[in-house]
């Protein structure tokens, strides 16, 4: 997939065009000693809503309003994943919310132009947005991180980034070293409250929600992917939030003239093959079928997920490396 489709089927689907706009380890659970002051009637214990819809019922219901949609911020209904695990992101971009008495967070927002429907689809499950504590993400592009400022204005939530994912956060700009630089437009600038890196617990009650930190660069330098625990009925799975592994750059970038950013896919490679990965989620949703494996289609629960995905983005990597280099 070249860049330009990328970018330009994001904005022929509406996303950017209606938009255009050894490790450490961390418990941050201080700032939210506080119990969340307003659950929901429909809330039980552990932030899972004492409801009796099915999940894959409501997966069903995604996957039918995202048929043939893929927009960045094409309005879809939210879906309980797994136990505390939500989504409520867009068609094209996963956003999920974990839940807990104490506080929930968020990862990943969309674009800004998506932010509506995303507060909408955490207040339609039972949540106010006032109790998420932290946001967090993926990679700092547009369709990722264009939300935050937004989201973190509505919320009043802390913002906790990659040190590299950091100055393109707080200044709304691409990093000049971006392959995708000069094809991707900036965002609204947000302060970031605190640092990721190999290992950082993200926690706001260091009980029900435990998100460890992956550094995962490649598509961008500041690239994470995310694991945790989610319990339902006393079935616990792992959860592998698998950040964007694609070498994808303007037209005139060559990875093979670039051997300082083909060194970090190679090993987020290794590192994602070797994640504890129950329940494998991108960021788009489409390159873990996961609307699919939502609506029972596919099993939802695959331990070789994140294998096979690694396996099928060396063979994009390889391919596009032996195109260059043999001057195609």
């Known amino acids: 997939m070249n860049v330009e489709s990328k970018w330009s089927r994001g904005r022929r689907v509406g996303a950017l065009a209606r938009a255009l706009a050894p490790a450490l380890v961390m418990t941050l659970a201080a700032c939210t000693a506080t119990p969340v002051p307003r659950p929901s009637p429909e809330t039980a214990v552990n932030g899972v809503p004492n409801r009796t819809d099915d ?5 069903h219901q995604l996957a039918n309003a995202c048929a043939g ?12 994943i797994h136990g505390n695990t939500y989504y409520v992101g867009t068609c094209g971009i996963a956003v999920l919310l974990l839940t807990s008495p104490q506080g929930h967070v968020l990862i990943d927002g969309a674009t800004e132009e998506a932010v509506p429907s995303i507060l909408a689809n955490i207040r339609s499950l039972g949540f106010d947005p006032r109790d998420i504590r932290f946001i967090i993400g993926s990679h700092e592009h547009l369709d990722h991180m264009g939300g935050f400022a937004a989201l973190k204005a509505a919320t009043g939530a802390q913002v906790w980034a990659s040190e590299a994912a950091r100055p393109s956060l707080e200044n709304g700009t691409v990093d000049a070293d971006d392959p995708q630089y000069g094809i991707i437009p ?6 970031v409250h605190g640092i990721v890196s190999d290992g950082t617990i993200i926690s706001p009650d260091n009980d029900s929600i435990r998100l460890t930190a992956v550094p995962t660069p490649g598509h961008t330098s500041g690239g994470t992917s995310w694991t945790w625990r989610s319990c339902e009925s006393g079935d616990c799975v792992t959860f592998a939030y698998v950040d964007s592994l694609t070498a994808v750059s303007a037209d005139d970038y060559r ?13 987020t490679f290794d590192r994602v093959a070797a994640m504890p990965c129950d329940v494998l989620i991108t960021p788009h949703p489409s390159f873990s079928n996961l609307f699919a494996r939502l609506s029972g289609n596919e099993p939802l629960v695959d331990p070789a997920a994140c294998r096979r995905l690694v396996e099928s ?16």
């Open 55 to 59: 999940p894959r019922a409501q997966g």
């Open 69 to 80: 949609r893929e927009g960045w911020a094409d309005a879809a209904p939210p879906a309980r």
């Open 186 to 191: 900036g965002m609204r600038p947000v302060p």
């Open 255 to 267: 990875f093979a003239d670039h051997p300082e950013r083909v060194a970090p896919f190679r090993s």
């Open 313 to 328: 983005m060396r063979v994009r990597l390889d391919t596009r490396l032996a195109r260059e280099s043999s001057g195609g």
